[in-house]
């Protein structure tokens, strides 16, 4: 019988040969890199105003919120940052969680239960796939935004109730849901949508409000939206948009809100300023979205497999894991830091570097990316190549 340290340490093992094990790298704060593996997209993590703003916040109400939202934790910096959220996302109500994984396990664990049937996609987010998993719901995944599956699926429930639950922009592949059919199919059949807006506010539409927004669904009853505050607005936490019933039933029943502490002060008041930021500086929305088609062609450019870019996040697709890690390490000794993705983030062969842009980039930052996607991309035959990438990474 062997111990636990050896299944672990066997576990381990495993991972080292299929090229998956990670490890933990730190990042200085002053480190002199390109950052295209971050999620700051809008360039307000660093704005002074915002940092500023988080400054305050911690002089006037502490370090910490000091408990749960239902005992201390709520502050009325808390209140105004859910109108504002609300206003601006065109929403009903608002309700702030301490991130945007607890705002997803909190709505679907708290909407979902045994005599609820809840349709997912395929590649939705992990926080996602995990509250449909705490629900205790009966759980239907079906293909990537295949909405007449979601309308097979829908029609096959026999539970009281159904829910949909989907990305609004996915967050390896980069591409978009099909918010209108999705929702019109899931009123058809009388059931409710949930939309996870990480990686679409701050993004999506002219002012960044959002793909539930550029859909004409921000005020439908029938849906419900969770959004991050560390993507586009630079700071820390998750929101839940919705009709007030919906809020007040999260409220008194989500546990990832009752039982945890609140969010911080700090990334409170930093969001409130970022989301202020956004609204008086619509400009940035569309500098993100030219910086993601520019890095797409990059890619394309190189022979590598990519998409048209629906919002921030542009992927190049290499197949095997132990190459993505190559030329994320050739691209990070260049000056680069670029995300890399593998199994089970992804689906097996389709290990990729996941490329992010920012609205702060400058002309000089993305001639330096494409002189480092030249060497990374590009090997025998238009494809890269381990063997040379592993030479380079060690040189």
Known sequence: MTTSLQRFRAANGALDAAGLRRTLNARAASAALLDLAGNDYLGLGSDDRVIEAAVEATHIWGAGATGSRLVTGTTALHDELERELADFLKAPAALVFSSGYLANLGVLTALGGPDVTIV????????????????????????HVDVDAVGAAL???????????TDAVFSVAGDRAPLAALHAVTRTHGALL????????????????????????????????????????????????AAPEVIDLLVNSSRPFIFDTALAPASTGAALAALRILEAEPGRV?????????????????????VHPAAAIIPAYLGDPRLAVAAASVCLRAGVRVGCFRPPAVPKGRACLRLTARATLTETDLAHVRTVLDDVLVGDGGETDLSRLTTAGNS
Do not use: F, W, Y
């Open 286 to 306: 569309m500098a993100v979205r030219r910086v993601a088609s520019r890095l797409a062609d990059m890619v394309r450019a190189r022979g590598v497999e990519t």
């Open 155 to 165: 029609a096959a429930v026999d539970t009281p109730h159904a829910m949909v639950v």
């Open 194 to 241: 949930v939309v996870d807006e990480a990686h679409a506010l701050g993004v999506i539409g002219p002012e960044g409000r959002g793909a539930v927004e550029a859909a004409g669904l921000a005020s439908e009853p029938d849906v419900v939206r969770t959004v991050t505050l560390s993507k586009a607005l630079g700071a820390q936490g998750g929101a839940v948009l």
């Open 120 to 143: 997912s996609d395929a590649d939705n987010h992990a926080s996602v796939i995990d509250g449909c998993r705490l629900s205790g719901s009966v759980i239907r995944v079906v293909p």
